[in-house]
């Protein structure tokens, strides 16, 4: 066989055990239209990857986060608990390191973490009374 040939036969091999595994579970426990939700689902969305949204109990979020607060994200069969929007939306990030949400390089990731805290420090309050007015 040529280069090619054995390049492509490797490359099917490879695609093959890849869809055979089975994906890791996720799911996101956060209160319903929660906004501190949407940079994960939005993260999420652009990275392909699955996030089941749980029916939110406070109670529960309470127990599974040190800080008392949702989002919560459970992670795969482990039960790994992540949480705090922006840590969460950064995990799922870079859970797909081809789609480069995280930058290919440390430029790349310093000027991703540069808008997010832009975001994080400039818009969330803003958007917070946009989106929630006092009523």
């Known amino acids: 066989k ?3 040939e054995q390049f492509t036969s490797r490359r099917e091999k490879v695609q093959t055990k890849l869809t055979i595994m089975p994906s890791p579970s996720y799911t996101l426990h956060a209160p319903p239209g929660a906004f501190r939700a949407f940079p994960i689902l939005i993260a999420a969305e652009y990275n392909g990857v699955t996030v089941d949204v749980a029916d939110y109990n406070a109670a529960a979020v309470t127990a599974m986060s040190p800080s008392g607060k949702a989002p919560v994200l459970v992670c795969g069969d482990d039960g790994t608990k992540l949480f705090g929007s922006t840590s969460v939306a950064r995990y799922i990030a870079g ?16 000027q991703v973490d540069q808008w997010v805290d ?18």
């Open 95 to 110: 859970i797909r390191q081809d789609t480069n949400l995280m930058g290919s390089t440390l430029v790349d990731a310093a």
């Open 2 to 4: 040529d280069r090619t």
């Open 118 to 135: 832009f975001a994080s420090q400039t818009l969330d309050l803003p958007c917070t009374i946009w989106f929630y007015p006092v009523r």
